[in-house]
């Protein structure tokens, strides 16, 4: 009797234990609000290179990358390619069967189509690239049971930020600059590179810049003019794969003839992190790194 009361009370634990892991849940912000699923899916797809920059410093294992990854401090090796930053293969995706899909940024138009094969969340990160950085690394480590790591991030993250925001303090103004070819636009605040000046407390050299996601067309005449102190460049030819043109694109006299030519203040940042993986903990930090290197901090 007594051990059949055991055996009657081990199957019962057993039972307990069961229902509690099926019944797991978990609630974690999004780029389209709150939503609810199982705690720690084992089989994670991702279509987001931000997502899987983040999800990589956490430690959790990726089975379904897009073809590239462009930066080159991710290994995905081992993992499936499931189609591109903007086209899901849904054959693919459909073979790996993913508990989750992660999609976001470029692949954000595709989480319909996503979800009729898997659980897919939209983790876009776009208008407050910090703010919505710092709560990807926590809604990601509230799925993943990765909350102390994720805090571990984040101070790290606060960390580098307040120490650039002390390096570029009274240093003067700066002017973002993207080259594309011999293409070039600047970036102000309200842009995709808006936090550069909102979160690091760095004024802008010209403060009436369309806020468009291409940036605002300018001419080497308009740099000229507005004389920034510091000129912070991002090369997309390189940042997508291409040679490199930056360099050659603001070799002339009239970016030469600026404060920031003059004193040779003029800091090309790692373009893929920052163009490609804008919102990912190495990104973020890649590029903090390199303010702070390049601002003297």
């Known amino acids: 009797m ?20 099926v019944a797991e849940e978990v609630s974690i912000a999004t780029a389209t609000g709150d939503v ?26 990726v089975a379904g990358v897009p073809d590239q990854l462009y930066v080159d401090y991710l290994d995905a090796a081992g993992a499936a390619v499931v189609g591109t930053l903007f086209e899901p293969d849904l054959e693919a995706l459909a073979n790996l069967s993913p508990d989750l899909i992660v999609a976001g940024g470029r692949s954000s138009t595709q989480v319909e189509p996503l979800s009729a094969v898997a659980t897919t969340i939209d983790m876009t990160i776009w208008e407050h690239l910090v703010e919505e950085a710092r709560a990807r690394i926590a809604a990601y480590g509230t799925l993943f049971g990765k909350e102390d790591r994720a805090a571990e991030l984040t101070a790290a993250l606060d960390a580098k930020i ?20 011999p293409k070039v636009s600047a970036y102000g605040k309200g842009s995709r590179f808006s936090w550069i000046h909102d979160v690091l407390d760095l004024p802008e050299a010209f403060p009436n810049l369309n806020p468009e996601t291409h940036g605002d067309a300018v001419s080497f005449e308009f740099i000229a003019e507005v004389n920034p102190d510091w000129i912070i460049v991002i090369d997309r030819a390189a940042a997508i794969g291409e040679a490199p ?34 919102g990912g903990y190495t990104s973020l930090t890649t590029t903090l790194d390199e303010l702070l290197a390049g601002f003297g901090g």
């Open 2 to 21: 007594l051990i059949q009361l055991r055996r009657l009370g081990l199957a019962a634990a057993l039972s307990l234990c069961a229902a509690a892991a």
């Open 36 to 61: 609810t699923l199982p705690a720690k899916p084992a089989t994670i797809a991702v279509l987001d290179i931000a997502a899987l920059d983040t999800l990589t410093a956490l430690g959790v294992p």
């Open 162 to 181: 307040a120490a650039v925001k002390a390096a570029v303090a009274g240093k003067g103004k700066a002017l973002i600059l993207l080259t594309n070819g």
């Open 245 to 278: 043109s930056a360099l050659a694109t603001l070799d002339n006299d009239l970016v030469k003839s600026t404060t920031a030519g003059q004193k040779g203040q003029i800091i090309t940042l790692s373009p893929a992190p920052i163009y490609i993986a804008g």
